[in-house]
């Protein structure tokens, strides 16, 4: 098993000195697949399965990732090589929360959903529960870990963006107007799903900062008022892949805090008239106009879409309960005849 001094166990029987077989520097990006498991062979974690996609797991070394062992293993492999490093309980204690992490990433949630309130030491020994069956078992009844690594990339310092976890708060605040314009131009190019990822990073940049100002209070605003475009791009995004309730959960937000934003309503009323919310589309409609009269030629188009749609689902309905009711006819006189 892993140990605080060399060698490390890999396959049964090969013994790797702890070296680095490459000469990697510090805040050198490391790209990596890993499958997670216990001895018995009982998976936890896959990263090519997990969220239902392929994604590597990427981690800049030196920048104390909350589970160092890690670090240290995979500075001693070679790009392109797969290694299984089976690790003792004293160096996999905090996995439960580092999974719970990644599973929220590959859902889209909130990496530290759950988190917020406690060191990681403090939750592994509370009775808080991470959301997932195996996870709470596992932090309750702590097992050493077996972890199959395969490097793919190793990228030197400079020649990649840093994740955004590992940015200072000013290098945050440099690299949103540029993520901000990839976004646009993704979304020019037809890449919905890319740019909005782009919008959700940048967004993430700013709330982080946010957190740490006090709500309402001017370095809060500015933020805030930075976060909202974004937001809104993002929501434009949603409403061209079909995410209509995330759009009316997100524009609600901004219209309780900007009443006067004619963008937040607008994207509101359009996802509002795609889950036949009539009522509440024409409500929102009708403030777009008040806000911008140049709109209104738009308005009166996506008003008429709207009712075009709303007669062609009442065609249909009558047709089907007409067919229904045909059928039940026919049943009928059959059965009298008989």
Not at 114 to 141: E, F, P, T, V, Y
Not at 156 to 165: A, E, H, K, Y
Not at 198 to 222: D, S, T, V
Not at 284 to 291: C, Q
Request: net charge negative.
């Amino acid at each position: 098993m892993f140990s605080a001094i060399c060698p490390v166990l890999l396959k049964p029987g090969f013994i790797r000195e702890e070296h680095t077989s490459q000469a990697y520097q510090w805040s050198s990006k490391v790209i990596f697949h890993y499958r997670s498991s216990l001895c018995d062979g009982t998976v936890l974690d896959d990263s090519r399965t997990m969220g239902g996609r392929s994604k590597p797991m990427e981690l800049i070394l030196g920048k104390k990732f909350k589970l160092a062992v890690w670090e240290r293993v995979i500075a001693t492999m070679r790009e392109e090589e797969v290694a299984d490093f089976t690790c003792d309980v004293k160096h996999t204690a905090l996995y439960p929360l580092v999974s719970q992490s990644l599973r929220n990433i590959s859902a889209g949630k909130d990496p530290l959903e759950g988190q917020r309130h406690c060191c990681g030491i403090a939750q592994i020994h509370s009775h808080h529960s991470l959301g997932h069956c195996d996870l709470d078992q596992l932090q309750a009844n702590p097992h050493p870990l077996v972890f199959t690594l395969e490097l793919m990339e190793v990228l030197t310092p400079g020649s990649f963006r840093l994740d955004i976890w590992a940015m200072t708060d000013e290098e945050k605040l440099e690299v949103v107007p540029q993520i901000h314009v990839e976004g646009n131009a993704l979304y020019k190019k037809g890449d919905v799903k890319e740019a909005a990822e782009k919008y959700h990073n940048a967004i993430a940049c700013l709330k982080n900062l946010q957190m740490k100002e006090r709500p309402g209070e001017e370095g809060w605003i500015k933020l805030d008022l930075m976060i909202t475009p974004l937001m809104l791009n993002y929501c434009q995004c949603q409403l061209v892949q079909g995410q209509y309730y995330e759009v009316l959960d997100h524009c609600s937000s901004i219209i309780s805090k900007y009443e006067d934003n004619m963008k937040a309503y607008f994207k509101r009323a359009k996802a509002h008239a795609a889950v036949w919310n009539e009522t509440e589309a024409r409500a929102d409609f009708a403030k777009v106009v008040e806000l911008d009269l140049s709109l209104g030629l738009s308005v009166a188009k996506e008003l008429r879409a709207m009712e075009e749609r709303i007669r062609s689902k009442e065609k249909e309905e009558k047709g089907r309960y007409k067919s229904l009711f045909s059928y039940d006819s026919n049943v009928l006189a059959t059965a009298t005849t008989g």
